[in-house]
């Protein structure tokens, strides 16, 4: 009887569910649910997470004003409609990002299954599909896992400067004697790790997990293991590999290089049963581990070797007899704090097909990918047991066309393989990656085929969301260039190159590089992983560093490279809507920028620099910086103008937070420092700053310390700079973050779009028209010395690539988060054709249009539940039409003004087609 109860009372509520449906319009759907930004995760690291989700409809003008949101602890109690976790009824909103869950207070290991439905001005949508989250292990009690490693090398190991460390193989057996419900893995294994249950796989992740400062945070990721796990005897198996965490180069330059120690794990396995009950396999001592394995060595710098000989096939499965491995010893934490990790895995996101394979000389050939790339090389071969090949992996060849490796400095980048005979084998390295397009193969037996090989592109899984191309072939180019470039760099954390002994997250890369990067990808959760990483960094005093986690010991203290701290919280705002991390490091940004106001300040003046504008093009193409004085522009100028700009976000975020006295402070500080910079810097009688270089007079300017009256002159000394230099590019990375924007933002966009389609030295262009497939990390790049000359860098990037989306496409946001755009593209005399789209977290922005001798058609699209002014190239109201009619008769484009040569529209979400006629 109870049964057939529940059976009715089901039947109600999908009968129900049918005609609430009923009343729902099928234009208005839903899509791309996500929790705290990332789909379906598990094992997240709040009790409190966000929710976002978008709305599709093919009706114009279409905004929320309503949603529901359901969360279950069950698949079952959702398809039932019962939010047992939260409900929270229907609530009158226009929000669909980062939507606070307000449900049910959530305890470590809640698995939540959620919906939504929305209520709109054009319609009402049905349930969304679900989706999911479940919450990691938020407190430290929750660990009963022990960490386990062994901390010191084998007979066969050197812990010295060019460090040779094993790989470690760890496993147990263990048995589940009831029916399985669910299994879920808690792992950290330090630095990197791969892990297995029963011979299998566990994820598509590789260079598990993300780096950190270890003393300071220490990332641990979840893992659903349920299908891998089954009643009976079962086994678990680890590798370790030595990632950031056994360093590059131990025992070298102690006081720069930050070392932690042996790699170790700390692993949970969770195992609930149908009946209720639950069992935990933990690490501990009753592990074995051997490093006597197949991996011999494998550093980020230098290499993997792999010797197939030593593999000892079935130790992940039960079964394995590990009698003669070591017991895994009992060692101390590495000190960071534990944390769920946020921010998405490094995987292979692409595969490259090389494009041709040449003899070099005997035993020795050279393949080609074709693509500067960052990843591995995949390897099929066929041989005799012992048989070796060499893998060396370079970015370019020398004339006579072995590999240039001299970019490198001491980085060995070699892979060995070690064949064990007999079938095609098929490998690839798994804890260290190559910033390669050339590969030298040697002792390969028989003749290499293109077909043997595979490029694997590995960076984290980080979504594409931009599209850009114009009918300039040479500046597609510069944008692929850039694409590769900043995919190559994306490692966990943003590093500065994939190749030579370095590969180090360095703040001033990314400065304005990080916005440029956020319309091709989305990459909100990798930044706000490197803010943590950037505070975890600073010092007690209040220093931040120029490397961030500071691997390397470098607190040069200036203002641009620390600066990027404030910039990317600022971007994460702007460009995702998200508020949350410029409320989380507000406090350590205040404390920054007071230690270097207390300490350097002087007469209102920042008198501490380091890099100044970092590696301008220099007088002769074989040097790396400019000698020549009037070239380079005063340090103190720089960093006091970055000082006033940073003042003024800071002001904007206190008033964001609601501190009205730190405003206060920022606003009057901001005017002091503005003052006397113009006191000091701003010659009067020529309207020149400083040494009269571009980059001392666009900072001013930009950044809105010159004076209205002043404004216009001194943009014309950065013409006239511009000029000099035959209208190439003369500033270093400061300048260049601000430069297409500051031309375009004064009237110049002609000259920005000159600059950015150059093909002569130096410029973007330059570097494509030398085969670069890449952006290089000099402008020189195929001249300069050698000592600093890495051909995959994105420092020299500046603002180029915002500027593509937001002034050449049209593409910004008004406030935050792309709600309200303003589409205003540039049109420039030349540029025949572009074509853009963005996918902001309401949905797919578009901007594509065709400039002709007798037209200017352009293709908008707007996502449901934003807005945008529309700026359309037309002196009148009624020379522009859209689909084919006047815009007065259209419903919901709405006429605001004429400007500058500009028709300006305001109009809803849909997709529209403008002509103006000439």
């Known amino acids: 009887m109870k049964g057939l109860v529940t059976h009715i009372g089901l039947a109600v509520v999908v009968i129900l569910t049918c005609l609430g449906n ?7 759907g839903l899509q791309n649910l996500k929790c705290e930004m990332l789909n379906n995760p598990l094992g997240i690291g709040t009790a409190k997470p966000r929710l976002s989700w978008q709305i599709t409809s093919d009706t114009r003008n279409t905004n929320q004003v309503a949603y529901q949101i359901l969360v279950a602890s069950t698949p079952e109690k959702l398809t039932a409609n019962q939010g047992d976790l939260w409900d929270s009824h229907k609530v009158n909103s226009t929000e669909t990002i980062m939507v606070n869950y ?22 009402t ?25 062994y901390d010191r090398g084998f007979a066969w190991d050197s812990v010295s400067k060019f460090s040779r460390l094993s790989a470690r193989y760890y496993r147990r057996g263990f048995s589940l004697n009831k029916t399985i419900k669910r299994g879920t893995a808690y792992i950290v294994g330090l630095g990197h790790y791969e892990l297995y249950i029963n011979g299998h796989a566990i994820g598509d992740q590789v260079l598990a997990e993300a780096p950190t400062d270890y003393t300071q945070s220490v990332k641990y990721n979840t893992f659903d293991v349920t299908d891998r796990l089954k009643q009976g005897d079962n086994a678990i198996g680890t590798v370790l590999g030595n990632g950031r965490y056994f360093t590059m180069r131990p025992k070298y330059k102690p006081k720069k290089i930050k070392e932690f120690g042996f790699p170790k794990m700390l692993l949970q396995l969770e195992v609930e049963y149908t009946d209720g009950s639950k069992q935990t396999i933990i690490s501990d001592n009753n592990w074995h581990f051997t490093a006597d394995g197949p991996i011999r060595t494998n550093n980020e710098y230098d290499g993997e070797e792999y010797d197939a000989t030593k593999e000892f096939p079935g130790w992940n499965s039960a079964g394995f007899d590990d009698s003669q491995w070591l017991i895994a010893e009992l060692v101390p934490a590495p000190g960071g704090k534990l944390d769920a990790q946020m921010n998405e895995p490094i995987s292979v996101m692409d595969t490259i097909k090389p494009v041709s394979i040449s003899q070099l000389k005997k035993d020795v050939w050279i393949l080609d990918l074709g693509q500067n790339m960052a990843g591995w090389l995949q390897m099929r071969v066929k041989g005799n047991r012992g048989d070796k090949v060499t893998l060396r992996y370079a970015e370019t060849l020398q004339p006579n066309n072995e590999l240039y490796v001299a970019n490198l400095r001491d980085a060995k980048v070699t892979d060995v393989y070690t064949l064990k005979g007999g079938a095609e084998e098929l490998w690839h390295p798994v804890f260290v990656y190559h910033g390669f397009r050339y590969v030298e193969i040697s002792g390969y037996p028989g003749k290499p085929e293109l077909a043997d090989f595979e490029g694997q592109v590995v960076y984290d899984a980080l979504p594409t969301i931009g599209h850009f191309e114009t009918s300039n072939a040479i500046v597609n180019k510069i944008y692929h260039n850039a694409y590769w470039g900043i995919l190559s760099n994306y490692k966990g954390m943003p590093v500065d190159c994939p190749q030579r002994n370095e590969r180090m997250p360095w703040l001033g890369d990314r400065a304005v590089g990080s916005l440029g990067e956020s319309f091709v990808f989305a990459n909100s959760n990798f930044y706000v992983k490197w803010l943590d990483d950037i505070a975890q960094s600073q010092r007690p005093d209040g220093a931040i560093p120029d490397v961030a986690p500071a691997y390397w010991n470098y607190y040069s203290d200036n203002m641009t490279w620390p600066g990027t701290y404030i910039l990317v919280a600022d971007m994460l705002y702007r460009q995702f809507a998200d508020k949350a991390p410029i409320e989380k490091h507000y406090a350590s940004m205040k404390k920054w920028m007071d230690y270097m106001r207390v300490k350097y300040m002087k007469n209102t003046i920042v008198t501490k620099d380091k890099y100044g504008d970092w590696c301008v093009p220099p007088e002769s193409l074989e040097l790396i910086h400019a000698k020549d004085s009037s070239l380079n522009t005063d340090g103190q100028l720089i960093a006091t103008a970055y000082y006033y700009h940073l003042c003024g976000l800071m002001e904007k975020f206190a008033t964001m937070l609601h501190k009205p006295a730190d405003a206060q402070f920022f606003a009057a500080a901001k005017q002091t420092v ?24 666009l900072l001013p300017l930009y950044f809105g310390i010159t004076l209205s009256a002043n404004k216009q002159a001194v943009f014309k000394n950065v013409v006239a700079k511009i000029n000099e230099a035959h209208d190439h590019i003369s500033t270093g990375v400061i300048g260049t973050q601000w430069l297409m924007r500051g031309l375009t933002e004064f009237g110049r966009p002609d000259l920005a779009w000159k600059i950015a389609s150059n093909t002569t030295y130096p410029s973007w262009g330059y570097m494509a028209e030398r085969g670069a497939t890449t952006i290089w990390e000099l402008w020189n790049g195929d001249t300069a010395n050698p000592a600093m000359n890495s051909r995959n860098h994105i420092m020299l990037l500046g603002d180029l690539i915002a500027w593509f989306y937001q002034d050449i496409a049209g593409i910004k946001t008004v406030n935050a988060g792309f709600k309200q755009l303003v589409m205003q593209p540039a049109v420039i005399k030349g540029l025949d054709r572009v074509n853009a789209s963005y996918q902001t977290a309401y949905g797919l922005v578009k901007s594509s249009y065709n400039n002709t001798t007798s037209s200017f058609n352009w293709h908008v699209a707007i996502p449901p539940n934003s807005s945008a002014l529309v700026y359309v190239p037309a002196k009148a109201m009624d020379e522009v039409t859209e689909g084919g009619k006047k815009i007065s008769i259209i419903k919901y484009i709405k006429p605001v003004k004429i400007e500058n040569g500009k028709v300006v529209l305001s109009i809803g979400s849909g997709d529209y087609d403008f002509e103006v006629k000439y």
């Open 102 to 123: 307000a449900g049910k207070p959530l305890s470590s290991r809640a698995e939540c299954y959620w919906k939504v439905r929305v209520w709109t001005n054009n319609g």
């Open 125 to 149: 949508s049905i349930w969304s599909q679900s989706a999911k989250w479940s919450v990691g292990l938020l407190n430290p009690a929750d660990w009963k896992a022990k960490w386990i490693g």
């Open 22 to 28: 009923c009343y729902a319009d099928a234009r208005i």
């Open 674 to 697: 503005g003052k006397a910079f113009n006191d000091k810097y701003f010659d009067k009688t020529t309207s020149k700053y400083g040494n009269n270089t571009v980059t001392a007079n």
